[in-house]
């Protein structure tokens, strides 16, 4: 579960990637999710969490809780690997969709 700090969790060794497919869904949720994702990050300082999510509102931010994690994040682009397409992943999901990708990393202590 997000935001809580189990006893699975405390045991788990550090890891190099963390995947998250459209976990940022619901804003009263964005901050368990990068609590989590800050502890384990502070396992393994080099640890990325790389996470992808449809926009559901133009509105919703996660950046101030970014800054209050220390936590940096960087966009990628769908072009840069061939997922910019209309049916993402054979997805026919109707209507149209902006789908988000980006990798979250500690924020070094200079702020970068």
């Not at 804003?27 to 502070?42: A, H, M, N, Q, S």
């Not at 809780?65 to 209309?86: G, M, N, Q, T, Y």
Request: one cysteine or more; charged letters at 25%; aromatic letters at 10%.
């Amino acid at each position: 579960t997000w935001g809580r700090v189990s006893p699975e969790l405390l045991s788990l060794a550090p890891v190099d990637i963390i995947l998250g497919s459209d976990v940022f869904f619901d804003p009263k949720d964005f901050e368990d999710i990068l609590t989590t994702v800050y502890f384990l990050l502070e396992k393994n300082p080099h640890a990325e969490f790389w996470t992808t999510y449809q926009v559901r509102s133009a509105d919703w931010s996660i950046e101030a809780l970014l800054c209050k994690w220390k936590l940096k994040s960087i966009r990628v682009p769908l072009h840069s690997f061939s997922a910019d397409k209309e049916h993402l992943a054979s997805s026919s999901l109707p209507g149209r969709h902006t789908i988000e990708m980006m990798i979250i990393s500690l924020a070094r202590s200079d702020g970068t």
